[in-house]
T-cell receptor, first 113, second 119 residues
Framework: GNSVTQMEGPVTLSEEAFLTINCTYTATGYPSLFWYVQYPGEGLQLLLKATKADDKGSNKGFEATYRKETTSFHLEKGSVQVSDSAVYFCALMGNTGGFKTIFGAGTRLFVKA | DTAVSQTPKYLVTQMGNDKSIKCEQNLGHDTMYWYKQDSKKFLKIMFSYNNKELIINETVPNRFSPKSPDKAHLNLHINSLELGDSAVYFC??????????????????FGNGTRLTVT
């Protein structure tokens, strides 16, 4: 079945550091890929998405490129802020199995001032 | 206006009790979901309804019963609560997956969660 694997956290960075959170997936067919962010005490919010190979999703300085050859969708940001501290989830929605969205385990990011 | 709202935000109850969580969305979506998030933040889908019909029913104990009176509401009733049911339960909604050219890129819109504590 479909699955998503993302790097374990927590990840601790200083403000203005470069961020990478790795995400790889296993899926049949051509899934859509997503990054969601969860701030403390809140639900998940869509951060960005990509629907086909080589698509780049971007939002709020975050980027991720859909790499079919490496089955990856790594999240990057050039300069993190304290306000980026949250839990980040990589996810996929496939075209099989009832179109379920499958989430990775989440990666907690702490950004220090 | 809140897009996906669920009540209550916190629910503390004793083992063996029966409780319900309500969810409403005003986004005009026709698909709604329940997810369970455990203490390690792992998210697992429980149920999904499309236009009031059950389309996803994961391996969830029979004590959990979803009900969708209309496509804007999806409630979750839990019978005979157990300690292991303690978690945060999230409601979500989306446009219909599986229809049209953009069929499976429908992002989910989440509520703020209901933290259930069973003592």
């Amino acid at each position: 079945g479909n699955s998503v694997t993302q790097m374990e956290g927590p990840v601790t960075l200083s403000e203005e550091a470069f961020l990478t959170i790795n995400c790889t997936y296993t899926a049949t067919g051509y899934p859509s890929l997503f990054w969601y962010v969860q701030y403390p005490g809140e639900g998940l919010q869509l951060l960005l998405k990509a629907t086909k190979a080589d698509d780049k999703g971007s939002n709020k300085g975050f980027e991720a490129t859909y790499r079919k050859e490496t089955t990856s969708f790594h999240l990057e940001k050039g300069s993190v802020q304290v306000s980026d501290s949250a839990v980040y989830f990589c996810a996929l929605m496939g075209n099989t199995g009832g179109f379920k969205t499958i989430f990775g385990a989440g990666t907690r990011l702490f950004v220090k001032a | 206006d809140t897009a996906v709202s669920q009540t209550p935000k916190y629910l503390v109850t004793q083992m063996g009790n029966d409780k319900s969580i309500k969810c409403e969305q005003n986004l005009g979506h026709d698909t709604m979901y329940w997810y369970k998030q455990d203490s390690k933040k792992f998210l697992k889908i429980m149920f999904s309804y499309n236009n009031k019909e059950l389309i996803i029913n994961e391996t969830v104990p029979n004590r959990f019963s979803p009900k969708s009176p209309d496509k804007a509401h999806l409630n979750l009733h839990i019978n005979s609560l157990e300690l292991g049911d303690s978690a945060v339960y999230f409601c979500a909604s989306s446009t219909s997956p599986g229809q049209g050219a953009s069929s499976y890129n429908s992002p989910l819109h989440f509520g703020n969660g209901t933290r259930l504590t069973v003592t």
